[in-house]
Nanobody, 126 residues
Framework: QVQLVESGGGLVQAGDSLRLSCGASGGPHSMYTMAWFRQTPGKEREFVAGITSNSGRTNYADAVKGRFTIARDNTGSMVYLQMNSLKSDDTAVYYC???????????????????WGQGTQVTVSS
C-alpha cells in the first residue's frame, strides 16, 4: 500500500518562498505520475503541478506557471514543490498525489489519482 506524507507548509508573507516535500513509501514507484493539488474551503481540489516518472515531464496550472517548480529526487520516492513569489490566492491545503499510470503529461484530474497524502496547510498573508 502506497503512503504519501507531505511536509513543509506554514505561514508566510506575500512574496515569500516555501518548499513542500512529499515522501512516498510502501510499494514500487515505477511507472507512475505524481502531482500536487490544492484545496480551499468550499471549492474542489485543483491541480497545481505534475511530473511523470518515465520522462520527468512537468506541467503546471496557469495560475502558478513561472512561480512554482515541481521536482523529484533520483530515487523517485520524493517529490518537491518549490513555491516562489507567493500570493494570498495561493493559500490552501496542498496535497501530494500519486497515480500508477505511465503518462506523457501528468493528468490534471483529481479523480484519476489513487493515492493521496494528508495535506499540508499553506497560508500566505498579504
Amino acid at each position: 500500500q502506497v503512503q504519501l506524507v507531505e511536509s513543509g507548509g506554514g505561514l508566510v508573507q506575500a512574496g515569500d518562498s516555501l518548499r513542500l516535500s512529499c515522501g512516498a513509501s510502501g510499494g514500487p514507484h515505477s511507472m507512475y505520475t505524481m502531482a500536487w493539488f490544492r484545496q480551499t474551503p468550499g471549492k474542489e481540489r485543483e491541480f497545481v503541478a505534475g511530473i511523470t516518472s518515465n520522462s520527468g515531464r512537468t506541467n503546471y496550472a496557469d495560475a502558478v506557471k513561472g512561480r512554482f517548480t515541481i521536482a523529484r529526487d533520483n530515487t523517485g520516492s520524493m517529490v518537491y514543490l518549490q513555491m516562489n513569489s507567493l500570493k494570498s490566492d495561493d493559500t490552501a491545503v496542498y496535497y501530494c498525489a500519486l497515480r500508477r499510470e505511465l503518462e506523457v503529461t501528468a493528468s490534471t484530474m483529481a479523480n484519476e489519482y489513487e493515492y493521496w497524502g494528508q495535506g499540508t496547510q499553506v497560508t500566505v498573508s498579504s
